[in-house]
């Protein structure tokens, strides 16, 4: 549980506790002893919540940075320590607070962007699981954003009679990519450029072997969305860091 204990203008002292589970998802705000919001959500990947703290106009913003949270909370523009800080009047607010604000927002839409960059590597290994479960069920369904690779290994497998091979492949396939958006998410441009390349050579793939125009175009989305990720990473080496949170 996070808390901050503050004093406002007036000396008038304030608690604010925010409780986030992360396996249920629940998310429980309180100021100064009382419940003001309890929501459940399951995939929390960065918001703000604004909030009236006896008169004063209050926002909890929630990061997500690869697999933990930070939060940090700001009242009248100013920046919240977890215990210690007396806020001035709205007034007096110095500019710098409300840089720190834009600095802060402008790291939470990074972090927002590189998640979803990496998110599309979970994408592409569960469409490729599904893809050789429908196939070895006799379906000719298929996600066009799941990779072929696998069954480049099933063709191999075919040749030589070993079916075994066949699921390994798939599964190594599913496997690496999985990996890879995990050490995406976190923040990794290795991650980022290895499986950005294995990706547009399996649209290469796609491309030359299958040409259809609905998988390409998929694999295309998939490769712009890993960009972005990458490009959000990049940016995020280059700016200032947001304020320090609680």
């Given at each position: 549980m996070s808390t901050w204990d503050f004093r406002d203008a007036d000396l008038r002292r304030h608690v604010v506790t925010f409780e986030h589970h992360r396996?249920?998802?629940?998310?429980?705000?309180?100021?100064?002893?009382?419940?003001?919001?309890?929501?459940?959500?399951r995939w929390e990947s960065?918001?703000?919540?604004?909030?009236?703290?006896?008169?004063?106009g209050a926002t909890l913003s929630i990061v997500k940075r690869g697999y933990s949270y930070e939060y940090l909370l700001m009242v009248d523009g100013q920046v919240v320590q977890s215990v210690g800080t007396t806020l001035a009047h709205p007034g007096d607010v110095a500019a710098v607070s409300g840089q720190a604000m834009a600095d802060f927002a402008r790291d939470l839409e990074t972090q927002r962007?590189?998640?979803?960059?990496?998110?599309?590597?979970?994408?592409?290994?569960?469409?490729?699981?599904?893809?050789?479960?429908?196939?070895?069920t006799g379906s000719s369904l298929g996600f066009p954003i799941g990779a072929v690779f696998g069954f480049i290994v099933e063709g191999i497998a075919t040749e030589l009679d070993t079916p075994l091979l066949a699921w390994i492949g798939h599964a190594a396939v599913v496997g690496a990519f999985w990996l890879i958006g995990q050490r995406a998410r976190r923040g990794s441009n290795s991650a980022f450029v290895v499986g950005g390349l294995l990706y547009l050579l399996d649209t290469l793939i796609v491309l030359a072997l299958i040409q259809?125009?609905?998988?390409?175009?998929?694999?295309?989305?998939?490769?712009?969305?890993?960009?972005n990720g990458r490009r959000a990473l990049m940016r995020s080496?280059?700016?200032v860091p947001a304020p320090a949170l609680s």
């Open positions: 396996w249920t998802g629940w998310q429980i705000l309180t100021v100064d002893g009382r419940e003001i919001a309890r929501e459940r959500k960065g918001s703000q919540r604004n909030f009236a703290l006896d008169g004063h962007r590189i998640a979803n960059g990496g998110g599309w590597f979970y994408w592409i290994a569960g469409a490729t699981l599904v893809n050789a479960i429908l196939y070895h259809d125009v609905l998988f390409v175009g998929f694999h295309a989305l998939g490769l712009w969305g890993i960009y080496r280059t700016v």
